[in-house]
């Protein structure tokens, strides 16, 4: 049975500073850190062998990867990393508090931007310090400058296509170690959640998010590994 593991990377330091990060590569913090060995050692628990790790380009997911990896015992594991896996591009966003920005902006806008499926933040300028441009990482790729949750799927749903499903298809258990919108455009994919259901959804910190598929990739029984740090998921068919 194909079998694949969500786990969104441990608390960074500008989750702790509230600010939005984006696809700025800030890093773990001390707790972030042991989120993520919590969550191998849960992994380690289930019983769960991984055959391949996907993982963004960011250290916070990276980083949440190798801990968990390394408490699973399981740190030789293969791993692939891909840009198309970041976060959410916060746009003109990024880097501002969130509370400071609310108070600016208004907190039914801020909400908009933060919580529609369809709304992007104002674009990031190229002036910014946070333009990607020249960041090695995302050479020869045609990058956005701001995303909404729905563009954020348009770029992960075709590597997730061409990459990840033919993976879990030929019978493959996956870990992707990623970030909260990233994996929640898998969720939308996988249980194909309609535009407003989606915005619900949230993804916490350091949880292994554990979903058994059918040959045809349809979740059959879906569960978080830490059930006190649990969010509600959609209802599996």
């Known amino acids: 049975m194909p079998t694949l593991v969500l786990l969104r990377h441990g608390q960074s330091r500008w989750n702790l500073e509230n600010r939005f990060t984006g696809w700025v590569d800030v890093d773990l913090t001390a707790q972030g850190e042991a989120e993520a060995t919590k969550g191998g050692e849960l992994i380690k628990a289930a019983g769960l062998q991984f055959d391949r790790v996907y993982t963004s380009v960011l250290t916070r997911a990276i980083r949440t990867s190798w801990l968990a990896l390394a408490a699973a015992g399981q740190a030789y594991v293969p791993e692939i990393k ?53 960041d090695r990482r995302y050479a020869g790729a045609h990058l956005p400058n701001t995303e909404s949750l729905k563009t954020t799927l348009d770029r992960v749903q075709p590597y997730w296509e061409a990459e990840i499903a033919p993976r879990l298809s030929a019978g493959d258990t996956l870990l992707v170690a990623a970030h909260g919108n990233s994996l929640r455009a898998i969720v939308k994919l996988l249980f194909g959640l309609g535009d407003e ?41």
């Open 82 to 134: 891909d840009w198309r896996l970041n976060e959410r591009h916060y746009g003109g966003l990024t880097g501002l508090n969130k509370a400071e920005t609310a108070q600016k902006h208004g907190e039914d806008q801020v909400k908009v931007w933060r919580r529609s499926y369809d709304v992007p933040p104002p674009p990031l300028s190229s002036a910014s310090e946070f333009d990607f441009a020249g």
């Open 197 to 237: 259901a989606i915005i619900d959804v949230e993804v916490p910190t350091g949880n292994p998010l554990l979903i058994e598929l059918s040959d045809d990739l349809k979740p059959v029984a879906a569960r978080y590994l830490d059930e006190a740090r649990a969010k509600p998921l959609p209802a599996v068919a």
